[in-house]
């Protein structure tokens, strides 16, 4: 694990010129003084061997770590049962090849409420995580399961749930999008907070959850029924440098992962206000 935050994008920086190879994502990512990057499988799990191994071998070449986030259409509380099955094997085949890849953090939207009691929905994504936790484990495949916190109130990925199942699961560990956290709850935007939340992981989920964390972060605009779209860092109200001196004073570490629309613009933006902090 890193010694301190490292930062970088959601998907291929915007700027390299071969926007679908995540190769030369990498590369442009070493180019542009960031730290790590993101595979996005959102819209499938698709990718040759040769990508893969290739991807391996580069990010280790030139030390860029890598991790990876699921298909969109995962729903562990699907009405269907077929359908809750093929989202655990969507998520099962995203950790096969972020593997592949040497991706070490995965993350994915665990499911949705569908109207449903929170309480019977956590039952049934902690079913299925256990499962995938098995399976993966026969597959001999480790890699951190990560529930990413949510942005819309229909979403399961409260941070008393993701809390809660961490406590559960012994794979899992959270995915921390603060600018969900912030466009779901109307809250955690002030240094204060960011601290107080900082201290909440720590006694609940013990240091290791502080010195391994996978972050997301954005611009973002909401309603009251939760995020809306993420936006460019400078356009929103998202109060990212008191979220960033709370994770430096905490002595964080582990992955910054930032998918504003302009990527690695606000990605180097957040690396530059990082290192200046003491």
Known sequence: MPNRLLFGTAGVPNCTLKKNNPVEGVK????????CMQLEFAHGVRMKDEVSSALRRISYELNIPLTSH????????????????SSVERIIQTAKISDLCGAESMTFHAAFY???SPYDVFDLVEKSMNVIEERLSRLDIEIELRPELTGKTSQFGSLEEL?????????????????HL????????????????????????????????????????????GDLKHLNLESSSFNWKGLLNSLKGRGCKGYIICNSPNLEKDAMMLKDYYMTLH
């Open 70 to 85: 699921g298909p969109y259409y995962i729903n562990l509380n699907a009405r269907e049962q077929d359908k809750i099955d």
């Open 182 to 225: 912030y466009a779901r709850t109307g809250e955690y935007n002030t240094e204060e907070e960011f601290n107080t939340l900082l201290d909440r992981l720590n006694g609940e989920l013990g240091n290791n959850c502080l010195d391994n964390m996978h972050i997301h972060i954005s611009g973002i605009s909401s309603n009251s029924k």
């Open 163 to 179: 809390i809660s199942l961490t406590k559960n699961v012994n794979s899992c560990q959270p995915c921390l999008d603060f600018s």
């Open 28 to 35: 442009m990512i070493q180019q542009l003084g960031l730290d």
């Open 114 to 116: 569908m109207k449903d």
